[in-house]
T-cell receptor
Framework: DAKTTQPPSMDCAEGRAANLPCNHS???????VYWYRQIHSQGPQYIIH???NNETNEMASLIITEDRKSSTLILPHATLRDTAVYYC???????????FGAGTTVTVRA | DGGITQSPKYLFRKEGQNVTLSCEQN?????MYWYRQDPGQGLRLIYY???????QKGDIAEGYSVSREKKESFPLTVTSAQKNPTAFYLC?????????????FGPGTRLTVT
């Protein structure tokens, strides 16, 4: 799986959009980008994934650059409950596993 | 409610004892996984199972064993051979291998061995 690089931490103001970057410059054509988050002392939660096109669901939007070397997860209106570690993961189609790195610790401040 | 349950939430054992962590799901998922998380780090895959009576080693299987006798259950045994067993253990499931990227996680079991 391609290596992903994320900033170790970032702050966000409550009610504002949170833009979480992820670099995956070595991603191959058959690798999806997945995002998960883990609230303190809980199990990770799936957020969204995509291959080439931008994706949106009830939780977030995923913007993937045209060359697929980077992506941004957007939380449109951050709340205090969005404080968590966010993981960006590159995963081959039909691979059995997810490779979690250190992620980005996002702190939403009132 | 559908989901994954892990019990207990906290577990304490003496060194040299085997301990079994429970994981049950009622999502009718084919695939199940066990991960380990150490403080400040990401998750590492221990074992996974794509179907009943079948399982494969992940990245850090040494000192662990699993069974998959029922679709709903995937218990993990931490044996005395595991050198550093104290960790946060997470169980997950996915509908099948095709949807293996969308994993649903349980609340975890925090194991402390002294």
């Amino acid at each position: 799986d391609a290596k992903t690089t994320q900033p170790p931490s970032m702050d966000c103001a409550e009610g504002r959009a949170a833009n979480l970057p992820c670099n995956h410059s070595t991603i191959s054509g058959n690798e999806y980008v997945y995002w998960y988050r883990q609230i303190h002392s809980q199990g990770p939660q799936y957020i969204i994934h995509g291959l080439k096109n931008n994706e949106t669901n009830e939780m977030a939007s995923l913007i993937i650059t045209e060359d697929r070397k980077s992506s941004t997860l957007i939380l449109p209106h951050a709340t205090l409950r969005d404080t968590a570690v966010y993981y960006c993961i590159a995963r081959r189609i039909n691979d059995y596993k997810l490779s979690f790195g250190a992620g980005t610790t996002v702190t939403v401040r009132a | 409610d559908g989901g994954i349950t892990q019990s207990p939430k906290y577990l304490f054992r003496k060194e040299g004892q085997n301990v079994t962590l429970s994981c049950e799901q009622n999502l009718n998922h084919d695939a199940m996984y066990w991960y380990r998380q150490d403080p400040g780090q990401g998750l590492r895959l221990i074992y996974y199972s794509q179907i009943v009576n079948d399982f494969q080693k992940g990245d850090i299987a040494e000192g662990y064993s699993v069974s998959r006798e029922k679709k709903e259950s995937f218990p993990l045994t931490v044996t005395s051979a595991q050198k550093n067993p104290t960790a946060f253990y997470l169980c997950a499931s996915s509908r099948d291998r095709d949807r293996g990227g969308e994993q649903y996680f349980g609340p975890g079991t925090r194991l402390t061995v002294t």
